[in-house]
T-cell receptor, first 114, second 114 residues
């Protein structure tokens, strides 16, 4: 158990809909990262938050957004969903800053858009 | 930009050593990581190495880093059937724009035959 909790584990939704994925980082970790894993694109970095503020942005679509709350949990919002958004979405956490470099991943949310 | 490459597949006999290779392009990488992903599971952090080190050993795992050639390898001694999984190499860049994000290779599928 990595200590990173993601909910839900599975999500099936229709095209055009909006979903929210949730992540609770390990205790003491300030940084949260979101990744998308698909067969054709591999593991793609989406976005990072550190202590509530956006730190780095990757290949995140405009239809996607994220935030990190004061209790450090994070949510990834996916809207106007398309079939191609079907993927495994991972959250990872690390201490961030000058702390230990380990990044631990949650079990992922498998999103299926039908 | 950052790019991380791995071979797609490795087959090894139980009890032999496995060597998984990875190359990366970002010369400013600070840390390099190896993760393991079993079917239907998240990414498990196996080990990491700081970019100014040449080698790190952790039980059955040995990481070798050739910074000049930007080549990273993971050696698994006495490979077991439970080591069958996909192994991902990742690098962490430097600088504010990079945050602490990890850039992943495409993964190497390791199959251990009895």
């Amino acid at each position: 158990d990595s200590g990173v909790t993601q909910t839900p584990k599975h999500l099936i939704t229709a095209t055009g809909q909006r979903v929210t994925l949730r992540c609770s980082p390990r205790s003491g970790d300030l940084s949260v990262y979101w990744y998308q894993q698909s067969l054709d694109q591999g593991l793609q970095f989406l976005i990072q938050y550190y202590n509530g503020e956006e730190r780095a942005k990757g290949n995140i679509l405009e239809r996607f957004s994220a935030q990190q709350f004061p209790d450090l949990h994070s949510e990834l919002n996916l809207s106007s969903l398309e079939l191609g958004d079907s993927a495994l979405y991972f959250c990872a956490s690390s201490h961030g800053g000058q702390g230990a470099p380990e990044a631990f991943f949650g079990q992922g949310t498998r999103l299926t858009v039908v | 930009g950052e790019d991380v490459e791995q071979s797609l597949f490795l087959s090894v006999r139980e009890g032999d050593s496995s060597v998984i290779n990875c190359t990366y392009t970002d010369s400013s990488s600070t840390y390099l990581y190896w993760y393991k992903q079993e079917p239907g599971a998240g990414l498990q952090l196996l080990t990491y190495i700081f970019s100014n080190m040449d080698m790190k050993q952790d039980q059955r795992l040995t990481v070798l880093l050739n910074k000049k050639d930007k080549h990273l390898s993971l050696r698994i001694a006495d490979t077991q059937t439970g080591d069958s999984a996909i192994y991902f190499c990742a690098e962490r860049g430097r600088g504010k724009a990079a945050g602490n994000k990890l850039t992943f290779g495409g993964g190497t599928r390791v199959l251990v035959k009895p």
